[in-house]
C-alpha cells in the first residue's frame, strides 16, 4: 500500500508543475499592469512605480519570475490578494469549510436517496418506478443548475417564505465566532437557542440545488451496476438456496454494486466544485466559488491564481485518495502487488 | 477481424460507422436499432424542432429580439392576466419579447454547442492519433498536457480562460473546447490503440500504405462510434456549460440573446415577475434533455459493447 501510495503522489509532481506554469503564464497574458492596476488614475511619481515594481518582483526577468513564484508556493507563499491585502492562502483557508460543508451535504444527500432509488430501479427493472426514475435522472443529469436555484428561491423562498434566500444564517439574530469554520458546527457549539436550527434551513435549498446533479448520476450508476450484479452466479445461488429477497438484495447485490458507484463518487469532487460556483453565487454563500468568481469582478488575479491552483491541487488529492480507496473496498484490486 | 476490415474498407471514408451491422441497409438496421429507444426518438424530434426554429429564427421569430417595447416593459405572458397575443411569452426588463430572444437565444447555444464539439473533435482526433501512432515522447507530452487540463474542475478552467481572454461568444468557445478536448484526445487514443493490434492494421502495414492513411482511413473508421456518441453528449454539455459563464455574466455579453445571460439579467425580477426568470432555463433544460437523449440512443445503436439498461 504505502510504495503504491508514493508512487501515486510521485506522479502527481510533473502535474503540479505544470499547474504552476498554467497560472503563471494566465496571469502574464492577461491584460493590464498589475502595477497600473494599485497605482490608479492619478498615477504616481516614476521613482514610486519603481519601488513597486521591485517589490512585485516585476523588474526581474520572467525565467527568474517564475523560479521566484514557484519558490514562494513551495513555502506556503500563495501571494497577496490586491483588493484585501490579505494573504491569498489565509482568505482561502478562511472561505473553505463553507465550500466543504456545502459539497459534503450535497453529496450526502446524493448518495442518501441515489444508491436506495437506483438499486430499487434495478430490483424492479422496467416498472413504471423504474421508467420515471430514468426519466428524472435523465432531466436531473441536464439541469443547468443556476436555473434550477433560482426557481427554487423564487418558489420555496421567495413565495411560499419557507426557508431563507441566501447565506449561512441570519447574522442579525445570531452571531457567534467561527472557531471551526463549519457553521453546523460553529452553531451548535455557540450554544444558541435556534442558531443550529437556522444554520440547517439556510442549509437546505443550496444543498438541493448542488446535489441534483451528482443524485442523478449515482442513482443511474447504482441502477445499472446493480443490473449487471443481479445476472452473476453468486446472487443466483443466494435465491436459490432459498435467502430472503431483502437479505440477497441487500447483503450480497447492492454491496458488489457499489464499487463502481464509489469511484463516481470520489470523481464527482471537480464536479462539486465547479457546481459550487454556481451555487455559491446564487446564495450568496460566502465559499471558494463565489469569491473566485468575485476576484474576477475585482480584477484580483493573485485571489484567482491562487483560489485555481488550490482547488486543483485538492481535486488531484482526492482522486489520489479514491484510488487507495479503491482498492480498500474492492479485494480484487489490491494496490503494490 | 477479416470481415471486419472488408466491411469498413468498402465504405467511402468518413461515413460515420464503427461497430454498426455494416453495408447494405446499415442506416436501416441502425435506425430500427435507434428507434427502439422511445426516448431517443422523442429527443430527436424535440432537437429537429429547435435547430428548425434556430435556423429560421428569422421569419419564425414575432419580433426582433434587440427591439425594446417601451410601451410594454415586463408584459407577462398570454395565459396570466394582463397579458397579450402581442407578446406570447411576455418582454423582459427592458421590453424585448421574450419569444424572440428565446427563439434567437436557440442559435446562439446551438452554435456554441457545434462549435465546440466540431472543434473539438477535429483537434481530438488529430492529436488522438497522433499520440498513438507517433514515438513515446510524443504520446508522453499530449497526455501530459491532458491530464494536466483534467485536473482542473472544468468550469473553473473555463472562467480562468475567460478571465484571461475577457469574456466574449468567441472566448467561450474557445474555453469550453479547452476543457473538452481531454475527452476526445484520450477517447481516440485508447480506441486507436485497440486497434493497432488488431490483424486488419498489422496487415494494411505489411501491404505498405503511408502512414496517414494508416491513420486516418484505416484505422480512424473504427474508432468513430464512441466518439459520435461522445460529440452527441458534448453538445449538450458544451451548452449547459456556456449557458453558466452567461449566467456568470463571463459569456456572450449584452444585448446577445443567450440564454444563461438572460437568466443573469433576470435576477432582479425574481420577486416581481417570475416569468422573465422561468422561460430562458426551461429553454436550456429542454434542449440539454433532448440532446441527452437522442446521444443515449445513439450510444444503444452505434456502441453494442456498452450495456444496453
Given at each position: 500500500m504505502l510504495p503504491y501510495l508514493l508512487k501515486r503522489l510521485a506522479l502527481t509532481v510533473p502535474t503540479f508543475f505544470a499547474l504552476m506554469f498554467l497560472t503563471f503564464v494566465a496571469i502574464r497574458l492577461v491584460p493590464g499592469d498589475p502595477v497600473e492596476v494599485r497605482t490608479g488614475e492619478r498615477g504616481i511619481s516614476a521613482e514610486r512605480l519603481a519601488e513597486f515594481r521591485h517589490d512585485l518582483g516585476l523588474d526581474q526577468p520572467v525565467w527568474k519570475q517564475f523560479i521566484d513564484y514557484v519558490w514562494r508556493l513551495l513555502h506556503g507563499d500563495f501571494g497577496t490578494s490586491v483588493v484585501t491585502n490579505d494573504k491569498v492562502l489565509h482568505e482561502f483557508l478562511t472561505l473553505f469549510p463553507a465550500t466543504v460543508e456545502l459539497s459534503l451535504c450535497a453529496m450526502l444527500l446524493a448518495v442518501a436517496i441515489g444508491v436506495p432509488a437506483g438499486a430499487f430501479a434495478a430490483v424492479k427493472r422496467g416498472s413504471w418506478y423504474d421508467q420515471t426514475l430514468m426519466a428524472l435522472s435523465v432531466a436531473g443529469f441536464s439541469m443547468p443548475i443556476f436555473w434550477w436555484g433560482l426557481l427554487l428561491i423564487m418558489q420555496v423562498?421567495?413565495?411560499?417564505?419557507?426557508?431563507?434566500?441566501?447565506?449561512?444564517?441570519d447574522p442579525i439574530k445570531y452571531y457567534f465566532e467561527a472557531k471551526t469554520g463549519f457553521m453546523l458546527i460553529d452553531s451548535l457549539m455557540?450554544?444558541?437557542?435556534?442558531a443550529f436550527k437556522d444554520a440547517v434551513r439556510h442549509l437546505i435549498l443550496p444543498t438541493i440545488v448542488l446535489g441534483t446533479v451528482p443524485l442523478a448520476i449515482i442513482a443511474r450508476m447504482t441502477r445499472s451496476s446493480m443490473l449487471e450484479v443481479l445476472s452473476e452466479d453468486y446472487v443466483r445461488t443466494a435465491r436459490a438456496k432459498g435467502l430472503a429477497a431483502s437479505r440477497v438484495y441487500g447483503l450480497h447485490a447492492l454491496r458488489n454494486a457499489l464499487i463502481p458507484v464509489i469511484t463516481v463518487i470520489g470523481l464527482s469532487t471537480g464536479g462539486l466544485m465547479a457546481g459550487a460556483v454556481l451555487t455559491e453565487t446564487i446564495f450568496s454563500w460566502p465559499g471558494i466559488g463565489k469569491w473566485l468568481i468575485e476576484s474576477i469582478g475585482r480584477r484580483d488575479y493573485p485571489a484567482l491564481q491562487g483560489g485555481v491552483l488550490l482547488v486543483s491541487a485538492i481535486v488531484i488529492f482526492v482522486n489520489v485518495a479514491v484510488d487507495l480507496l479503491y482498492g480498500v473496498i474492492n479485494p480484487r484490486i489490491r494496490h503494490g502487488q | 477481424m477479416a470481415s471486419d476490415q472488408a466491411a469498413s474498407g468498402a465504405l467511402a471514408p468518413g461515413i460515420p460507422v464503427g461497430n454498426v451491422a455494416l453495408a447494405p441497409g446499415g442506416l436501416a438496421n441502425f435506425w430500427a436499432s435507434f428507434a427502439e429507444n422511445k426516448g431517443a426518438v422523442a429527443g430527436l424530434a424535440i432537437l429537429i424542432v429547435i435547430v428548425l426554429l434556430a435556423i429560421f429564427a428569422g421569419s419564425v421569430a414575432?419580433?426582433?429580439?434587440?427591439?425594446?417595447?417601451r410601451d410594454a416593459v415586463r408584459a407577462p405572458p398570454?395565459?396570466?392576466?394582463?397579458?397579450?397575443w402581442r407578446h406570447i411569452l411576455g418582454t423582459d426588463g427592458l421590453g424585448r419579447d421574450m419569444l424572440s430572444r428565446l427563439i434567437f437565444g436557440a442559435r446562439v447555444s446551438l452554435f456554441i454547442g457545434l462549435m465546440v464539439m466540431a472543434v473539438s473533435f477535429v483537434l481530438g482526433v488529430v492529436l488522438g492519433l497522433l499520440s498513438a501512432f507517433s514515438g513515446a515522447v510524443v504520446d508522453t507530452i499530449i497526455s501530459r498536457v491532458m491530464d494536466l487540463i483534467m485536473s482542473v474542475p472544468g468550469l473553473v478552467l473555463a472562467i480562468l480562460i475567460v478571465a484571461v481572454l475577457g469574456p466574449s461568444l468567441f472566448n467561450t468557445i474557445t474555453a469550453v473546447t479547452v476543457v473538452f478536448l481531454p475527452r476526445f484526445v484520450r477517447l481516440v487514443r485508447a480506441s486507436a490503440m485497440a486497434e493497432l493490434g488488431k490483424e486488419y492494421v498489422t496487415s494494411a502495414r505489411v501491404i505498405g500504405v503511408s502512414k496517414l492513411h494508416l491513420m486516418f482511413i484505416t484505422v480512424l473508421p473504427n474508432c468513430l462510434a464512441p466518439l459520435i456518441v461522445q460529440s452527441a453528449l458534448g453538445v449538450s454539455e458544451a451548452i449547459l456549460e456556456a449557458a453558466a459563464l452567461g449566467f456568470l455574466g463571463?459569456?456572450?455579453?449584452?444585448?446577445?440573446?443567450e440564454w444563461g445571460a438572460m437568466l443573469a439579467d433576470a435576477r432582479e425580477f425574481?420577486?416581481?415577475?417570475?416569468w422573465i426568470v422561468t422561460m430562458p432555463g426551461i429553454a436550456i433544460l429542454v434542449t440539454v434533455v433532448s440532446i441527452n437523449l437522442m446521444g443515449d440512443g445513439l450510444r444503444d445503436a452505434l456502441d453494442p459493447k456498452m450495456q444496453r439498461s
Open positions: 423562498a421567495v413565495k411560499w417564505g419557507l426557508l431563507p434566500v441566501g447565506g449561512r444564517i455557540s450554544g444558541q437557542a435556534g | 414575432p419580433h426582433n429580439p434587440l427591439i425594446q417595447f398570454v395565459w396570466e392576466t394582463g397579458g397579450t463571463l459569456g456572450a455579453q449584452p444585448p446577445t440573446p425574481i420577486r416581481s415577475n417570475p
